[in-house]
């Protein structure tokens, strides 16, 4: 039951995140919608393990309840994504949300 309400929380900040970025400051623009990027950590060592199909699934759902606004899900082994986010903001190029 433990993992369910970590990755319920997850679900909930992401989405919150997201939204609020939103209202907020949007992202950048590809047409008339806008494109919010979220990197997050890769836990799974297998696509059977991988987290892609979570975070498509949270993607799409956000997607469908904002209409015109998009979502770039890129997953980095977790031993690599904070250096990788690092980078990315080193060479201004940050991620709207990173987890």
Same mark, same amino acid.
């Given at each position: ?13 992401? !989405? @919150? !995140? *997201?939204?609020? !970025? ?13 494109? *919010?990027? !979220?990197? /997050? ?6 696509? /059977?393990?991988?987290? =892609?199909?979570?975070?498509? =699934?949270?993607?799409? /759902? ?5 209409? @015109? =606004? %998009?979502? %770039?899900?890129? *997953? ?7 250096? %990788? ?5 080193? %060479? ?8």
């Amino acid at each position: 039951m433990r993992p369910r309400i970590i990755g319920a929380t997850a679900s909930v900040a992401a !989405l @919150g !995140l *997201l939204g609020s !970025l939103v209202t907020a400051c949007g992202s950048s623009s590809s047409g008339s919608g806008t494109t *919010l990027r !979220l990197v /997050a950590a890769e836990y799974g060592n297998s696509p /059977a393990s991988s987290s =892609k199909a979570y975070w498509d =699934k949270l993607a799409d /759902a956000f997607t469908a309840a904002h209409p @015109g =606004k %998009e979502v %770039e899900v890129t *997953l980095y082994p977790w031993a690599d994504v904070d250096r %990788e986010v690092t980078r990315m903001v080193e %060479e201004g190029n940050a991620p709207d949300v990173a987890l």
